[in-house]
């Protein structure tokens, strides 16, 4: 997309930005070209309101006929979440966009990157949505693609599964003779759309979209206060998962 210098716009009401790039969201899907007139016809408002919204955002003067990355349509769909529309830009995405933002994410600071890794683990199989390697470090994050935070045990819940399912991934790479001699260490990580209550939770580190970036950019095996799992003790973990497998 060709980027030009546009003219500040007056402040639009939360709501009225949201719903603009909702409706955009939701036009543009499957690499649809953008239509001003289209977009504004959904959206019940002029093009030139939608214009003056989407040009600043995407630094077009005219954004008409432009086509949309992955990252466009997310930090469109991030600015839809911080003016309200949580709900609405969970529906306007697909769980494939949401996967592939993440891996392009991880790719920018240097991971190589892997999607839908399925891990055995006992009589279970688990899917890990994206694992990331850097060095000694293993991300293995599971994309939830909530409208809500919802209650605290669906959380929980989500964050016990994960958690096994990152020391199944241990043990399976052991075994294959993956993990080398360095020590390498495995996080176990949810991302979401919605921002976490908490940072940690059930030895699981959630975050929000928007909060991913800047974790990348700090995030280190010497992190003492983040959860690694650590490889050496994948003997211990995978008797664990059979266990509590086996408890089920």
Known sequence: MQT???KERQQAPSYFVSHVIVETLKYTKGDKLLNISQIAERAKTTTEQVGLILGPMLRLEDPSDAQLTN????????????HGGLQQVARALSWQEFEAFTEECLQAVGFDTQKGI??????????????????????AIDCKHWESPGYESKLSNAAE??????????????????LG?????????????FDPRSRIVDEVVVLSVEQLADFL????????????????????????????VGAG
């Open 4 to 6: 030009h210098h546009y």
């Open 71 to 82: 990252s466009a349509r997310f930090m469109l769909a991030l600015e839809a979440v911080r």
């Open 118 to 139: 399925i891990v055995k683990g006992g009589s279970r199989r688990w899917q890990i949505d994206v694992i990331a390697k850097k060095g000694r470090m293993i991300l």
């Open 161 to 178: 599964h994960q958690k096994l399912a990152v020391q199944a991934l241990i043990q399976q790479m052991g075994a294959r003779g993956e």
């Open 181 to 193: 001699r360095e020590r390498m260490l495995a996080l176990p990580m949810i991302l979401t759309l």
């Open 217 to 244: 950019e700090g995030v280190s095996p010497f992190s003492s206060e983040l959860p690694f799992i650590s490889a050496q003790r994948r003997k211990k973990l995978y008797q664990l998962i059979d266990a509590r």
